[in-house]
């Protein structure tokens, strides 16, 4: 069945387990590898730079992120016969045409990039499509989800939003405080991300969308990833529960602003699945309930290729 999908995915923390477990990206015991990867019809993938901020010595983070990169870069000039990075649209094509996954880059966390507008110009150098304002805890540009939920985006967060969007990265809300998230939102800089971000209405978890945060997204031309952590899917949630996470976007006119986001190898994954090669199971699902192929192809593919090409 993989063969007949598509597959276009917002978020991965398999480099940071490259990283720190020695991982290999064409083949390991995770929830995403590249062999993997190359079951589906064309595949493509934002890997993550990411490193929780608690676990790392003040003024470290940076030098991190460099050495995560490092590896992104290693691995996908071991498996070059795979994958290729792919910062356009028209890249994006060009690889999966050649048979190999387009593989897209973002930072997980402004702390990483030590919340300097400056060194966006170095992510955007690399490639980086998306930034996270914010992980789980507050920094020098916002309170996030987890930590300092009341508070919004600082003249700082604002100052690195305008320089993220001028250099061409979009800004992921995914994390981000409430405040935060519509301090952005008002501030209209451009398609609005929340690149691993269930339905509020479904599982109230904080890191979760309101409607009103989804319409925000949607009216932005933005896109919204289901997430397949568990706890954001509800908790020991089964595949009905997953499905229903998505027809509530798309009750809300969400046909081209919800797309994947699976959170793979940052979670405990719901469904009961081990990892990428159990999504054709979603797509079976949604089909099974009327949905047509076009619209299919949309949550799969295309709305995050008309986002990051």
């Not at 995403?32 to 589906?40: A, G, K, Q, V, Y």
């Amino acid at each position: 069945m993989n063969g007949s999908i598509p597959y276009f995915d917002g978020h991965s923390d398999t480099i940071s387990e490259c990283t720190h477990q020695g991982w290999s990206l064409r083949e390991n015991e995770g929830h995403l590898d590249l062999i993997r990867l190359s079951r589906f019809q064309k595949a493509a993938q934002v890997f993550a730079l990411f490193a929780n901020a608690a676990k790392f010595p003040a003024g470290t983070l940076f030098t991190e992120c460099q050495k995560q990169h490092d590896v992104f870069l290693t691995e996908l000039a071991k498996n070059a016969d795979m994958a290729v990075l792919c910062r356009t649209g028209a890249e994006i094509a060009g690889a999966n045409a050649a048979g190999k996954a387009a593989a897209l880059l973002s930072v997980e966390g402004a702390e990483l990039l030590d919340c300097e507008p400056e060194k966006l110009e170095t992510a955007a150098a690399w490639g980086v499509k998306l930034v996270n304002i914010t992980w789980n805890h507050k920094n020098a540009l916002s309170g996030a989800n987890v930590e300092a939920t009341d508070s919004g985006l600082t003249d700082r967060g604002r100052a690195f939003a305008r320089e993220a969007v001028r250099l061409g990265i979009l800004l992921d809300v995914s994390h981000l405080s409430d405040p935060g998230f519509w301090d952005l939102a008002e501030m209209g800089l451009g398609p609005i991300v929340a690149t691993h971000s269930n339905a509020r209405a479904l599982c109230g978890h904080p890191r979760n969308l309101t409607d009103d945060m989804f319409r925000a997204i949607r009216d932005s031309g933005g896109t919204a990833g289901f997430n397949l952590c568990d706890e954001f899917v509800g908790g020991t949630a089964s595949l009905d529960d997953a499905v229903r996470h998505i027809e509530h976007f798309l009750a809300l006119g969400g046909e081209k602003t919800v797309s994947l986001g699976g959170d793979w190898d940052g979670c405990v994954l719901s469904c009961g699945w081990q990892g990428v090669q159990d999504l054709p199971q979603l797509w079976d699902a949604l089909e099974k309930r009327g949905y047509d192929r076009p619209l299919l192809e949309d949550i799969f593919y295309n709305n995050w290729l008309r986002v990051l090409g």
